[in-house]
């Protein structure tokens, strides 16, 4: 039963978002980071999504998912401007993706040693 719901649920996020998995673009990382850049998403995200103090939250692409991340650029929360298909097309997005997937995972603050 409960993993019945959990699918049901992911399948309705995915269609809300107007993207299903086989759907997705593949993405090129490197023209992902060019975007990155070219959109100015670093500006508020710091240039390997990592986030700032002030603006953008730290962006964990592979946690999100290209749905999620499509979605949040399409119709913005908060202060986030919105990013059209004219302005940025769904390859494009997919390229974006794939750069912040190949970003290396912020390690887990219980595997910081403390300063003595």
């Known amino acids: 039963m409960f993993k019945t719901t959990i699918f049901g649920a992911t399948a309705l996020i995915l269609a809300g978002s107007g993207v299903l998995a086989q759907d997705m673009p593949r993405g090129d990382a490197k023209a992902g980071l060019a975007n990155f850049q070219k959109y100015g998403c670093y500006t508020c995200h710091g240039i390997v999504g990592q986030g700032t103090l002030r603006d953008g939250p ?5 946690a999100l998912g290209f749905p999620a991340l499509l979605t949040q650029l399409r119709t ?3 202060e ?3 990013y059209t298909a004219v302005q940025i097309s769904d390859q494009g997005v997919a390229d974006i993706f794939a750069y ?3 970003l290396p995972k912020t390690p887990d603050p ?4 403390a300063l003595q």
Do not use: D, E, F, H
């Not at 219980?110 to 040693?113: A, G, H, L, N, S």
């Open 76 to 78: 913005p929360r908060y």
């Open 100 to 102: 912040l997937s190949t």
């Open 110 to 113: 219980k595997t910081i040693q």
């Open 80 to 82: 986030m401007p919105a």
């Open 58 to 62: 730290r962006i964990n692409a592979p």
